[in-house]
């Protein structure tokens, strides 16, 4: 791979799980199983080719709409998943930190989640975030709810970008790619997402392997960001 421009932060709305059980005749639920491996993949390709941060969209404040068996599957998954995988994160020197509520999570899964965050935090070789529970308006509510919290009058956007989720060294995604047609937000990552590249694509999120993931960086080294400014060649002759 030459030295094409890399996004530093790509996120992910992982859909398309339930479809893809559903044209193989399989429970919704083995979608998401399968897309779990489409995790692993993608986290291992961006290792490789050198993308530092990455977040995935595992579990929206408005899941919890669906029906309760999925929900519980979901949750055992995401904790059979991180009990599983701790080794390989520490073996590969991966930090996982997590963004989203974590008021009202089932007791184990948070358990597990937090230890994930304590035993990987010195791990430095990318940094995967995942969001559970997860709302972009729910997230500025509660940062809102901070900043009132600690009296403060007045905040500018630094500042109220410090009592978001995320960590302030984190830079806003560059990249937000999006599986299975949809083409919405869908209340994810609202605050950061300001100047984010979006990328949509057709496969269905347990079919995005390598191959896909490339198209979109491709067509990500392409594009012109401008940040409402001018394209860098346009300013130089300005
Ligand atoms: C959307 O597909 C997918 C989800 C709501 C869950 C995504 C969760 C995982 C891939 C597993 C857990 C994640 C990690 C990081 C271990 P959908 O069910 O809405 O699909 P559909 O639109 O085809 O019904």
């Not at 193989?24 to 390709?45: Q, Y």
């Not at 709409?65 to 599983?84: A, D, G, H, N, T």
């Not at 997230?139 to 978001?164: H, W, Y």
Request: with cysteine; net charge neutral; charged share 35%.
């Amino acid at each position: 791979m030459s030295k094409r421009k890399l996004p530093l932060h790509v996120a992910f709305i992982m859909d398309g799980n339930g479809r893809w059980a559903k044209r193989r005749g399989l429970p919704r639920v083995k979608g998401h199983v399968e897309g779990v491996k489409s995790v692993e993949r993608v986290i291992d390709f961006a290792k490789k080719v050198g993308i530092p941060y990455l977040t995935f969209y595992a579990f929206s404040t408005e899941n919890w709409k669906r029906p309760k068996e999925e929900v519980q599957f979901l949750m055992e998954l995401l904790r059979e998943y991180l009990k599983e995988k701790l080794p390989i994160f520490l073996r590969d020197d991966i930090r996982v930190s997590f963004v989203g509520r974590r008021d009202r999570i089932p007791r184990e899964t948070i358990e597990w989640m937090e230890k994930v965050e304590r035993e990987t935090a010195k791990c430095s070789s990318i940094w995967v975030f995942v969001a559970v529970d997860y709302g972009g308006r729910d997230e500025i509510v509660r940062g809102i709810n901070k900043i009132l919290k600690e009296g403060l009058k007045k905040v500018d956007e630094n500042t109220f970008r410090s009592f978001l989720d995320f960590p302030p060294e984190v830079p806003d995604p560059d990249l937000l790619i999006r599986t299975a047609g949809e083409r919405r937000i869908s209340n994810f990552l609202l605050w950061y997402l300001a100047y984010t590249e979006l990328y949509f694509t057709d496969t269905l999120w347990p079919d995005f392997d390598e191959r896909e993931f490339e198209k979109a960086l491709e067509d990500y080294a392409k594009r012109v960001r401008k940040f409402g400014g001018l394209p860098p060649d346009e300013e130089e002759n300005s």
